[in-house]
């Protein structure tokens, strides 16, 4: 009797099992190539730079890299020595100084201009769907066209246009290399960073708005509250998971990017950040240790900073 | 004489009801909204009015000895330049069709393989599911620069091996798209996937179709948004790459447009026209492209689903 009933149950349970394991036979084959791809030619190219960091990798030996010298921390020791990396005082910030500074410069930037626009299309005016359309024009075009149209723009020569107009204005007498003067091009990429990004934040910000009860207003409105009140008593508030999440987010996107500062400026003028550095490096002076050491040290200051962040920051808010 | 008189006081009359009403209409509020619209408006759309007309313009008006703010005339100059099959600089042509070459593969194989992939990833359990997902997210911290020293030192490797070139190889360069927007992919349809309800996929699997036949017959054509929204995304990422495609490209013939124009605008004697001219050739068909789907694709971008 009870052989028969655990015979019975063993028997179910397997053809439950294999039930399950053929669905997850299928969903092996159906994630297969994504997941070869990806791990392939991400992950392990990932793990394989902590590797080259440590190496003497070049071109002369990069069709035998598994045979190249290990070197220890050399790598590391001449990125740490290295002028363009290391901070010599005001003049001269190194890469991860500028690095740091202008992520976070850009960032907040960025999410004050999305802001700024998100509470501009949250009101509904006529033409609204066109204007939003628009805001995202700077996001959806390719970085090499708006990148050399800026640079156009503020070319330092006679057709450069608002050299141009700001003489007209009398606010300058002789036309501004924006570009090539240390410290003001630096903070030009830091206003053209938030140019171009702005409208992610924007859509992500516009959706929460949109998601706020209105009952909380009209309670504001009862209790005689102005504008400004509403704007930081209730939207802020209300805002304060996307506003975090969105930090976190374009933060790690700016200290990654590469693109914008080289196209902008190629890293002249104190705006050298570390992916400009790695490229250098790397594909400059072809020393393939050194760009992947350079790049290991971006990756750690920025996965020390998110723990920083996530750990203490994101917890503080959820306490509140 | 009387009547247009009294027309003309009567247009005054109406002139000052219309200045009147403007006045009490103003409310400071309402005017710092229209002040900043506009700010934000000129300064989105200023950037790409120069670039288009800036294309329009001869060598003359582009370095002259003031910026010319609306070309008197039209000129293909630049244009001309660009695709001049003698000039170094010129063939933008071949660009144009590259940047097609690596853009269209990398979305069609990005939209083949990733619905697969989420499909799996939204129905169906299987061991490891977590692991994978999380290594996938891994990509959105990892930097473009990190990952390319040892794609190119360990696709060399293997080059040498089989034979192929790293290097212009516009294939290796679709590989290399595909790594980075496969994932971005592969969650934004395995999120969509998640709102189609399962009811009715079941239903078509009792009825006895097969996973396979539900995934064609089922879900792909309530999917169709998500589809190409994704299709759009991962076509515009490869065709706006730029670090990846200067690394594995040398040869003029097999540069994609951002290289291209980037060379140009890098030739010792500045021709802006020029440059401008291919920006807005490469810029148009993305804008475009956008506009005419825009209501599929802001879901997506707010979603993150777009790195940059």
Redesign the interface.
């Known amino acids: 009797m009870t052989a028969t009933t655990q015979h019975k149950q063993s028997s179910f349970a397997k053809r439950w099992k294999s039930l399950e394991s053929r669905e997850g036979r299928l969903a092996w084959g159906l994630v297969l190539p994504t997941a070869l791809i990806v791990f392939g030619l991400i992950i392990f190219p990932a793990i394989f730079s902590i590797w080259i960091s440590f190496h003497d990798v070049g071109l002369h030996n990069l069709n035998d890299v598994f045979h190249a010298p290990f070197v220890g921390f050399d790598n590391y020791s001449k990125v740490f020595q290295d002028f363009a990396f290391k901070f010599q005082g005001r003049q001269s910030w190194g890469a991860a100084v500028t690095s740091i500074v202008y992520s976070f410069l850009a960032t907040i930037l960025t999410l004050i201009v999305g802001l700024i626009a998100s509470l501009l299309l949250n009101r509904p005016f006529r033409g609204r769907g066109i204007a939003r359309s628009i805001f995202l024009f700077p996001y959806v075009a390719p970085i090499v066209s708006v990148a050399f149209v800026w640079r156009w723009i503020l070319d330092p020569r006679p057709s450069g246009v608002l050299n141009d107009v700001l003489m007209r204005l009398g606010l300058i007498d002789l036309p501004v290399a924006f570009l090539a003067t240390r410290g003001l091009a630096l903070v030009i990429v830091i206003f053209f960073e938030a140019w171009r990004y702005f409208p992610f934040a924007m859509l992500m910000i516009l959706a929460r708005l949109q998601a706020i009860d209105n009952t909380l207003y009209e309670a504001a409105d009862v209790d005689g509250a102005s504008a400004w009140q509403k704007f930081r008593f209730v939207t802020i508030p209300e805002l304060r998971y996307v506003l975090g999440a969105l930090f976190l987010l374009r933060l790690m996107w700016t200290f990654n990017k590469f693109d914008d500062i080289f196209l902008l400026t190629g890293g002249g003028f104190g705006t050298k950040v570390l992916p400009v550095l790695t490229y250098e490096f790397s594909f400059r002076l072809l020393d393939f240790g050194r760009g992947a050491a350079t790049a290991m040290i971006l990756l750690v200051i920025l996965v020390v900073f998110m723990a920083f962040y996530v750990g203490i920051v994101m917890r503080n808010v959820d306490a509140e | 004489m009387t009547d247009t008189r009294k027309q003309g006081t009567r247009s005054r009359g109406e002139q000052l009801s219309i200045l009147d009403r403007t006045a009490r209409w103003i409310t400071l509020?309402r005017f710092i909204?229209a002040a900043?619209?506009f700010f934000?408006?000129t300064?989105?759309?200023?950037?790409?009015y120069?670039?288009i007309s800036?294309s329009f313009k001869t060598r003359a008006e582009?370095?002259?000895?003031?910026?010319?703010?609306i070309p008197s005339e039209w000129r293909l100059d630049a244009y001309q330049e660009l695709f001049d099959p003698e000039s170094p600089i010129g063939r933008f042509g071949t660009n144009i069709v590259n940047s097609v070459k690596v853009a269209i593969p990398t979305a069609l194989i990005a939209v083949i393989?990733?619905t697969?992939?989420a499909?799996?990833?939204a129905r169906?359990?299987?061991?490891?599911?977590d692991v994978?997902l999380n290594?996938?997210l891994?990509?959105?911290?990892?930097?473009?620069?990190?990952?390319?020293?040892?794609?190119?030192?360990?696709l060399?490797?293997i080059g040498?091996k089989v034979g192929f070139n790293v290097q212009d190889n516009l294939a290796v360069l679709v590989?290399?798209y595909?790594?980075?927007t496969?994932?971005v992919a592969?969650y934004m349809l395995a999120n969509y996937f998640r709102t189609i309800p399962a009811e009715i996929e079941q239903a078509a699997l009792i009825d006895g179709c097969s996973?396979l036949g539900v995934i064609w017959r089922i879900t792909l054509p309530l999917a169709v948004p998500a589809l190409v929204s994704v299709a759009i995304y991962t076509f515009?990422i490869a065709?706006?790459e730029?670090?990846y495609a200067l690394?594995f490209l040398n040869s003029r013939e097999l540069f994609t447009?951002?290289i291209k124009?980037?060379t140009i605008?890098n030739e010792p004697q500045p021709i802006?026209h020029v440059?401008?001219a291919a920006?807005?050739l490469?810029?148009l068909p993305?804008?475009f492209l956008?506009?005419a789907l825009?209501r599929f694709l802001?879901e997506g971008?707010?979603a993150?689903s777009?790195?940059?």
């Open positions: 509020p909204f900043t619209l934000f408006l300064s989105i759309l200023f950037p790409f120069w670039m800036s582009i370095s002259g000895r003031a910026p010319v703010y393989l990733s697969l992939g499909y799996a990833v169906l359990k299987f061991r490891g599911k994978l290594s996938i891994m990509v959105y911290l990892f930097p473009g620069v990190l990952l390319i020293i040892p794609l190119f030192a360990m060399a490797q040498a590989v290399t595909l790594a980075t496969l994932p592969l996973r515009m065709w706006n730029f670090l690394v447009m951002p124009i980037n605008y802006p440059v401008m920006s807005t490469m810029t993305v804008v956008f506009l825009e802001t971008l707010s993150g777009v790195k940059g």
